[in-house]
């Protein structure tokens, strides 16, 4: 790779110098003569250096995210994994829920790895769906079923067992589970509610005895002032006699008695 450089060498030039004359002629005098000299000067020069170039030797299954990686972090996946899903290692990806194998390639049937549903699974490409049986209405949670009759058990239904007798016992046992686990919700839910309504009625009890203790001193309020009004009546009248008592004493009047 030639590379452009500056480097210092010295120049011989021919320059004239004064020097002592030689004897015997011209003693005590200068003369001129030229002389070679070597002087410093700089030059650039176009030199060759050998290139580097690193090389990177990943492990099998690996390589570099891209080429100013000093690293090979990236897995490899000869085939591209499929349904959104992620190469993680090598030959292996990382799917999303619904999807599995090797490159996430194969659907997975939660209808029949979860029943997540109280009645009807219906299987869909990375996901599912629940409905109920004729009388019965999907509920919230999009799994549950409950009793569209409004004479009905109001517990949820969780299937029509006595269609489902041939299925194994432990799928039973997981569907009566899931049962138990709503009338378990409904009754925290109950619970709450209950607490929530005898705080409420602490809260009125509250207010009513500091309501009546408010009347009680609104009472005294007004018997209070009823007194300062009789007081002060009475204060006018007894003002009203030593008036007149102080007028008799100083001369005659035709008020006084």
Known sequence: MPVKTTEVYTRPTWKHVSVPCP?????GQMCTRVQLVHEQAYRDVIKHKPAQQMTYDCCTGW????QRADACMKPLCSTRCQNG????????CSCPAGFGGRYCEQDVNECQTEKPCDQQCINTPGSYYCRCRQG????????????SSTHADDAFEARD?????DETDAAVVTRLQKI???LANERVHTNELQKSLQATYSVVDTLRSRLSTLEKQALDVNRMQTNLYKTESR???????L?????????????CP
């Open 85 to 92: 899903g992620n190469c993680t290692a090598p030959q292996l």
């Open 235 to 241: 204060t006018n009248k007894l003002e009203s006699m």
């Open 63 to 66: 390589t570099r995210e891209n």
């Open 136 to 147: 019965f209405v999907l509920q919230a949670d999009q799994q549950s079923c409950r009793k």
């Open 23 to 27: 004897p015997p002629t011209h003693t």
């Open 243 to 255: 008036n007149l008592l102080m007028k008799c004493r100083s001369g005659p009047n035709a008020d």
């Open 161 to 165: 067992l006595e269609n489902d007798i």
């Open 180 to 182: 138990e686990r709503s």
